[in-house]
Structure formats: structure tokens, C-alpha cells
């Protein structure tokens, strides 16, 4: 049954194109819980089978999830945090989860919105504190679709992978592999985090 199941998300992701795959990211990034490790690998197992383009399947899970991060960013602007604070739970925003997006945000800055799109949880509501700080627009998209982008490239190749050797494509496998790619991540992530607050502590002093 649950490999019935996965063929079943591999041909609706084939059916629906790459116009579905930017919807199923949009909602991925938003506060439904629909994981991306289900979306963009089926993409990456048809680009294996030559019935997708890799390229356009990252270039259209990236738009998506921009798209969804602008109207949390939006949302987070006009409605504030005291309306998520009280109401959240009712949109599956827990306390908890806030309250982590809000810590990472404190630690990292700006340059949060583009770490925060590769750690889990944390991704789908980054946009939130990003927002509620006023992030300028234009850093806040070039951050955000860095980081949705390199996220959709990662879970592509790990589907195209899985295809070319015409494996089951398991959500275990998926889990393990995309564990790993963040893992190998983890150190560049860390000098550009280090990278980034040093060039603004350069940046301040001058000013």
C-alpha cells in the first residue's frame, strides 16, 4: 500500500506539471504540513526517467515557495505578533514553533531567511519574524529564493538519484539522503553566517 501510495504522489506530480509544483511548494512554505522532502523528490525521479526537466522542476519549487514566503511576510506586517501569539494554533503556528523561528531570527539576522529555508520547522515560518523586523523586500526575496533554491536542487537530485537507480523511491531514503545533504551543508552555512555578521560589524563601524 504505501508503495501504491508514493507512485500515486510520483504521477500526480507528473500530472500536474510544473505549475503544480509551485503550488504544492507555495503550500509547503506555508503553515499546512505538506514536507517538500514529498514534492520536489517525485520531480527529480521523473527528471531521471526523462519525463521532467531538473531545471524547470527546481526553477518552478523555488517560485512556489518565494511566492508563499512573501505572503507570510505580508501577513506577518499587517496582522503582527500578537494576532499569531493568540490565534496561531488555529493556523497550526504553535507558540513553540514561533518561538523558535523568532530565536533563530534573533541569532542569525537577515541572513536567516536564507539559512532558515534548510532547516526544518524553521523553514515554513522564518518569513514570519523576517517580516515582523522588516527585512527590506528586496533582501528578503534574494535570501529566500537562494535558500528554497538550493533546497529544491538538493531534494531533485536526491529523487534523480534514487531514479537512475530505478529504486523505489521510499520516504525513508529521502529522509536519510536529505539529512545527509544538510549535514555536508552545515559547515558552509556556518562560515557564511560567521561571513556575513563580520561584514556587518565592518559595515556599522564605518557608518
Known sequence: MFHAAVQ??????SALGYPGIAALMAIESSFIPLPSEVVMPPAGYLAAQGRMNPYLAVLAGTIGSVVRALFNYWFAIVIGEPFLRRYGKYF??????LDRAEGFF???GEISTFIGRLVPVVRQLISIP???ARVPLGRFVAFTALGAGIWCSVLVYIGWLVGRHEAVLVEGMVKAYSTRAFLYMLPVLIL???GYAAWQRRRRGTT
Open 8 to 13: 500515486w504522489l510520483v504521477d500526480t506530480v
Open 92 to 97: 497550526l503556528v504553535s507558540a513553540g514553533h
Open 106 to 108: 534573533a541569532r542569525h
Open 130 to 132: 523576517a517580516g515582523m
Open 192 to 194: 557564511l553566517v560567521v
